[in-house]
């Protein structure tokens, strides 16, 4: 089983920036594959960046590419999303989820074995 707490979220202007992080617990937070996906409101979920389980290896959607950062630290069992250059397109509730049979960065969410509860992240224009 694995345990995961996005936090971090919260009301930014356009062309701002935000950290998200997300805490994991109960199991070997380098034994699995984390993401970020984010839901706006009325719209599927979607892709929004994941990392490997070394941190080694990183993928993008193409509406974030060059805007957004995933990282880890597999000390700390914490996984990051620094969000920069913000737009109001980027609003949406943002989920951290983790794939425990992954070795690389993978898009799909169903893919994903847990989810954390979501972050609110409205951007204003």
């Known amino acids: 089983q694995v345990q995961l707490v996005e936090s971090g979220g919260g009301l930014v202007q356009a062309g701002g920036s935000l950290r998200l992080s997300c805490a994991a617990s109960?199991?070997?937070?380098?034994?699995?594959?984390t993401g970020w996906f984010r839901q706006a409101p009325g719209k599927e979920r979607e892709f929004v960046a994941a990392i490997s389980r070394s941190g080694g290896s990183t993928s993008y959607a193409d509406s974030v590419k060059g805007r957004f950062t995933i990282s880890r630290d597999n000390a700390k069992n914490t996984v990051y999303l620094q969000m920069n250059s913000l737009k109001a397109e980027d609003t949406a509730v943002y989920y951290c989820?983790?794939?425990?049979?992954?070795?690389?960065?993978?898009?799909?969410?169903?893919?994903?074995?847990?989810w954390g509860q979501g972050t609110q992240d409205p951007v204003s224009s």
């Open positions: 989820a983790a794939a425990t049979s992954r070795y690389s960065p993978i898009t799909a969410p169903m893919e994903y074995d847990y």
């Open positions: 109960g199991r070997t937070f380098s034994s699995y594959v």
